[in-house]
């Protein structure tokens, strides 16, 4: 339990980044449409976060999992966000889950090492 800070580190980052990208969903309720369709764009807007809440939960018991999961849906923002074109987006939306799934990986192998 020496390095219980080295989980948790990656568990906060992935939690703090989930809130965040859930606060871009509520723009959705402004607008002059049904309450059905605003809540069908806010399903579609909160896909990125419940998909970082499930790796989250996957992680928790399975930290390579978890890392590896980061790291797909780390690409798949790249791609689908096109954080690549400014380097704010790149460093929240790329990097900072880059460095939740590197330290997933580490946490994982020393705690296999033991």
Known sequence: MKHNWLIW???VMVM?????????????FEGDESLGM????FLM?????????ICLLVSWKHPLAGG?????ITA????????YRGW????FFSAFPLVAAIL????????NRR
């Open 9 to 11: 580190i990656p568990r």
């Open 76 to 83: 798949a923002m790249a791609y689908f966000f096109k954080t």
């Open 104 to 111: 997933y990986f580490v946490a994982h192998f020393i705690s």
């Open 16 to 28: 703090l980044l989930a809130a965040f990208m859930l606060l871009f969903s509520f723009d959705v």
């Open 38 to 41: 605003k809540l069908l764009g």
């Open 68 to 72: 590896i999961i980061l790291l797909v």
């Open 45 to 53: 807007h909160s896909i990125p976060s419940i998909l970082l809440v």
């Open 88 to 91: 704010e987006t790149l460093v």
